[in-house]
């Protein structure tokens, strides 16, 4: 039988357009990132926790935030590393072979911070293999995200490219919720000297389970179509990253892009892990509702995301962006006075609007977005520089930032407002100034491949 040129298939011939295979492809992209958030932000959350008080003890404890929130930071100096890498890999070699590597490392790399010995009991050692462990689970993210989301958008149909793109997104808010879940209910089941001294260590022990769950799905999947049509016409980039920085259009982007994404990080980094710190350590508040509100958040982000993504598709992505960058500034201004009312219920609410109501119209239609800056010669490398290289101010440091400048203000929100203020029209400006004739809408070398 004379199979259709027009339809993509494996080496078995496959339909890689059938619903079951795209199904296969958006589910483990899906669980792949799951993973690789949920491995990520369980140090976000330990290090307003456990870390600071465990590994770097001080006479002050905002020093020991500080130093806590500095090594998360670390991990997004070293994403760029992992994106530079694991892109340049991926736009050679494939995106399915590259995602598998990412895997294997942040889920060794976070089960071995569960066995780290505290300062108490190794002394410096503990926060320097600590350190080490976090730039690798830096490194393994750098190369993850950019990846999953390309398998997403270069498999999907004609006209839903955002909406395919958001669905490795929604891992974001299931990896949240899984992080902050444990934490939350071992806090509760446990008493709080069992907890510290040993119950958050089950947290990071249970990525084994999760990473072994995430390959066996991720190795039942094709490459994309997008890079098997690149291959077979030897189209293929002998130095991605050189290519995209000599091209005027796709530098214009890569700066742009980054800019753009100045306030998403802001907005994500504060609600999901400044907040904690600061309703517990500033305001005084238990520490086991705010974390239930950050997953009651994520739960609103889940639902949520894909119906940014369709939105995407619909208005473009860069609108649906644009308008989440000024959302992002007015969930600023309602949620940070919510908290400082020291209401439990207020500051629930808070939470749930900023983070879990608000942040998905930058988050759902970002993968797509971001894709459509570069060709797919170089576009793993390209969506994987402006998103980790980003992630250095736009996220690593916001903690940092704020908890700065919430000292410099005597306890004061307004400087954190401004912060805010400012990063979203820088956001909202370089989002704008994104030109349509230069953006990469549909994949070059399309689908056209042949068995």
Not at 176 to 182: F, I, P, R, S
Request: glycine letters at 10%.
């Amino acid at each position: 039988m004379t199979q259709n040129p027009a339809v993509d298939r494996d080496d078995q011939g496959t339909d890689l357009h059938d619903p079951k295979e795209l199904r296969k492809v958006l589910s483990s992209t899906l669980v792949g990132t799951t993973v690789e958030w949920y491995d990520f932000f369980l140090y976000g959350v330990a290090a307003g926790i456990i870390f600071n008080k465990q590994f770097f003890p001080s006479e002050d404890p905002v020093v020991g935030t500080l130093l806590s929130f500095l090594t998360f930071a670390l991990g997004f100096v070293a994403r760029p590393i992992g994106g530079l890498i694991f892109g340049h890999v991926g736009d050679r070699i494939g995106r399915k072979k590259t995602l598998v590597m990412t895997m294997i490392i942040m889920g060794v790399a976070t089960f071995l911070m569960g066995c780290l010995p505290t300062y108490d009991q190794i002394g410096t050692l503990a926060p320097i293999l600590l350190v080490v462990l976090r730039l690798l689970q830096g490194i393994a993210i750098g190369g993850e995200w950019g990846g999953a989301v390309l398998m997403s958008v270069e498999y999907a149909p004609a006209g839903k490219r955002s909406l395919f793109g958001s669905v490795p997104q929604m891992g974001l808010a299931v990896g949240l919720t899984l992080g902050t879940g444990v934490f939350a209910l071992l806090g509760a089941v446990m008493s709080d000297a069992a907890f510290n001294s040993w119950g958050w260590r089950i947290t990071f022990w249970l990525s084994i389970v999760l990473v072994v769950v995430g390959l066996v799905i991720r190795l039942r999947v094709f490459e994309t179509p997008a890079f098997r049509a690149l291959t077979q016409a030897e189209e293929r980039s002998s130095l991605p990253a050189k290519e995209m920085v000599s091209d005027p259009v796709t530098r214009r982007n890569l700066l742009l892009g980054m800019g753009a994404r100045w306030v998403e990080g802001v907005a994500f980094n504060t609600w999901a892990v400044f907040s904690i710190a600061y309703a517990s350590d500033t305001l005084g508040m238990e520490r086991t509702p705010i974390l239930l509100g950050v997953m009651a958040a994520a739960v609103f982000l889940l639902v949520l995301i894909p119906v940014a993504g369709a939105l995407g598709d619909r208005y473009t992505p860069r609108l649906v962006y644009a308008a989440g960058c000024v959302f992002a500034v007015v969930a600023a201004l309602i949620a940070f006075p919510m908290l400082g009312t020291e209401s439990q219920v207020l500051a629930i609410i808070g939470i749930v609007l900023a983070l879990g109501v608000l942040y998905p119209f930058m988050y759902g239609p970002e993968a797509a977005f971001f894709a459509g800056l570069f060709p797919v010669s170089n576009r793993y490398t390209g969506i994987s520089t402006v998103y980790q290289f980003s992630g250095i101010f736009a996220s690593g440091l916001t903690p940092l930032v704020l908890t700065w400048l919430l000292d410099q203000a005597g306890g004061g929100l307004q400087y954190i407002l401004g912060y805010f203020v400012l990063t979203g029209a820088v956001s909202l400006a370089c989002t704008l100034a994104i030109r349509k004739r230069d953006q990469f809408e549909e994949d070059e070398v399309r689908t056209e491949v042949r068995v």
